[in-house]
């Protein structure tokens, strides 16, 4: 797992993200198994996304098409019902294509609040060039 040190030392809210690096099985990488997501840095904070999570309260995942705003200078919000406890984490794709269910991570529920303290409202850190460079770190330690 690859984080930045800022968020390793004091949880940094803005740099609440994470990249695991995994290795192949069987000579297979698990993006070539399962397909990816590209990664996508400094896309404004007005996005129409695609956001799929799994609640705690239920049985199966929900998913919504909802635009974002701009909280502050580091944080996206949304403001949707359902996406309680146990959604955070969920990618935040703009660019979304139904037929392959992938787009361009632009966000994870996450960062200010936890993702936020209420059910309605949820956040996500601004993937800025600080996460282009937590990427590309994630990069060099898997060889890429």
């Known amino acids: 797992m690859v984080v930045d040190d800022r968020w390793a030392k004091s949880q940094d ?6 990249f695991l690096v995994l290795d192949p099985k069987d000579g297979k990488n ?3 198994v399962l397909g ?3 990664l996508g ?3 404004g904070f007005t996005n129409e996304v695609e956001i799929t999570g799994y609640p705690t309260s239920r049985d199966t995942p929900i998913s919504r098409r909802i635009r974002t705003t701009k909280f502050n200078d580091t944080q ?6 359902d996406f309680e406890g ?3 984490g969920s990618p935040w794709l703009a660019d979304y294509d139904p037929k392959s269910h992938t787009g361009t991570v632009i966000g994870v529920l996450g960062g200010h ?7 309605d409202v949820s956040y996500a850190a601004y993937f800025d060039g600080d996460i282009a460079k937590l990427y590309q770190r994630a990069r060099d330690e898997d060889g890429n």
Not at 76 to 81: A, G
Not at 113 to 119: M, T
């Open 13 to 18: 809210e803005d740099l609440d993200v994470a």
């Open 30 to 32: 698990i993006q070539n």
């Open 86 to 88: 146990g959604t955070s």
């Open 113 to 119: 609040e936890g993702g936020g303290d209420e059910d």
């Open 76 to 81: 996206l919000r949304i403001q949707c019902t």
């Open 41 to 43: 840095t400094d896309r």
């Open 36 to 38: 990816g997501n590209s």
